[in-house]
């Protein structure tokens, strides 16, 4: 999800196209989220460990 979020985030800044910006923005936050708490050793969806 970063690293997806990332590179909408590029594609959005480099294009102009403002929905990409704003849909990176979004999945850097949420893949931010889970890399923390599967690195913290909470269970997310399930999963110990969260890639």
């Given at each position: ?44 969806a ?6």
């Open positions: 999800m970063l690293a997806l979020g990332i590179i909408l985030l590029i594609v959005g800044f480099l294009t102009g196209i403002s929905i990409l910006w704003t849909l990176g923005i979004i999945l850097v936050v949420v893949g931010a989220v889970l890399w923390i708490m599967g690195s913290m050793g909470h269970a997310v399930g999963r110990r460990n969260y890639w």
